[in-house]
């Protein structure tokens, strides 16, 4: 059976590109995990932890939304960021957090956008802690 490879790409370059035994993406409303042999699948990412495993490694990633393709053994995670947990900065997190929550937000576009950088922030934290 053919091995299953984790592809990653921001913006600005692709992140990973390797070989691994198993992944998990936070969906916008839930997390996949995905293993070899998985069907065809497209997906809308949240903003949270993505989760490689190689053999006995398992590397973190926060990742701010974006998508997922599964086809023929490939993960492919189109994002706008994907930071390895060890350099997510939990202080600038708090920070983000701590702004958002106190943001006066009257209009539906202003509580949307208040609403997104406290689940980017709170998913920041989280994925800190694996560090």
Known sequence: MPEL??????????????????????????????????APLIGRLGYGELRIRQGNRTLYYYIDGGFVQVADNVVSVLTNRAVLADRVNPEAARTLLDSAVHRHASTDEQQAARDRQIAQARAQLRVATKA
């Open 5 to 38: 490879t984790c592809v990653i790409v921001t913006p600005e370059q692709t992140t990973f590109d390797e070989a691994v035994d198993f992944v998990a993406v936070p969906l916008y409303d839930g997390e996949l995990g995905i293993l070899q042999g998985r």
